[in-house]
């Protein structure tokens, strides 16, 4: 019992490490959201960091 555990958590490690692997390509489109004001925020910007905050309500 204890084998498939830690192969369970084996397989899961490599299959989250093979999902947030980096590639060595540019991202396709450009990657935006609109901020509060109505502009257009580019999240590829590489000259200025971008801090994102997700809110969930809480019912």
């Given at each position: ?11 899961f490690?490599?299959a ?5 692997g980096s590639a ?6 450009e ?20 801090i ?8």
């Amino acid at each position: 019992m204890k084998k498939r555990w830690m192969l369970a958590a084996l397989l899961f490690a490599c299959a989250l490490l093979t999902a947030c692997g980096s590639a060595d390509v540019e991202p396709e489109g450009e990657l935006s959201l609109v901020d509060e004001q109505g502009e257009e925020v580019s999240l590829t910007n590489k000259e200025r960091a971008t801090i994102l905050f997700h809110f969930t309500e809480v019912g």
